[in-house]
């Protein structure tokens, strides 16, 4: 199975600023990457997929982008209704993979 | 608008089995794929497995295997996902989501499910 590991654990930032979530996997999944974003009490939100692509409906503050076997998820100028988990999910192939997941959370 | 509408809270014993759905409004429910995923308490999510309900083929988790089995009703355009011989460690939330069409089959879920939490406990 394609490991997927995903950092920081915990994330602490501030309405306005922008922060960085990652996630590695253990080989190649070609751009087949897709981030989440899910929060208490509300269905689990696609941000982006094929690693850049943003989802329809999704601002633009989220950005997706690849590096090898690298992937980042960027979201800039944080908005209060940002804060939750993000997870990323490879779909390049069977079985599919998500990481352990990122709290986002207001300092 | 799409939305996939799950049963509620249950709470079961060990070595049963229980059968959780996800009721599919908004788009043509026989044109794309169901995927159900796991989501252990204070864990990440896991894939369990696709059903295409335009054929019922189903595709599983070699994990899932033998655990769960995925059915659909297209009368109702309602996806099921029967858990059996239930133990503790099935105690989790259950999602489904929607995945790729048969005409643009894609791997991500684009739309899910509020999620169905199972207790396994005597």
């Known amino acids: ?14 309405p306005g600023e922008s922060v960085s979530i990652n996630c590695k996997a253990s080989k190649s999944i070609s751009k087949y990457l897709a981030w989440y974003h899910q929060k208490p009490g509300k269905a ?36 209060p209704e940002d804060f939750g988990l993000y997870y990323c999910q490879q779909h390049n192939e069977y079985p599919f993979t998500f990481g352990s997941g990122t709290k986002l959370e207001i300092k | 608008q799409v939305q996939l509408q799950q049963s509620g809270t249950e709470l079961v014993k060990p070595a049963s089995s229980v059968k959780i759905s996800c009721r599919a409004s908004g788009y043509t429910f026989t044109d794309y794929y169901i995927h159900w995923i796991r989501q252990q308490p204070g864990n ?15 595709k599983y988790n070699q994990k899932f295997a033998g655990k769960a089995t995925l059915t659909a009703d297209t009368s109702s355009s309602t996806a099921y996902m029967q858990l059996s011989s239930l133990t503790s460690e099935d105690s989790a939330v259950y999602f489904c989501g ?25």
């Open chain 1, 1 to 14: 199975d394609v490991q997927m590991t995903q950092s920081p654990y915990n994330l602490a930032a501030s």
């Open chain 2, 98 to 122: 929607r995945g790729g069409a048969y005409y643009a089959s894609y791997w991500y879920f684009d739309f899910w499910g509020p999620g169905t939490m199972v207790t396994v406990s005597s």
């Open chain 1, 44 to 79: 689990i939100k696609l941000l982006i997929y094929d690693g850049s692509t943003l989802q329809s409906g999704i601002p633009s503050r989220f950005s997706g982008s690849r590096s090898g076997t690298d992937f980042t998820l960027t979201i800039r100028s944080l908005e």
């Open chain 2, 44 to 58: 990440g999510l896991e894939w369990i497995g696709w059903i295409y309900p335009g054929d019922g083929n189903t």
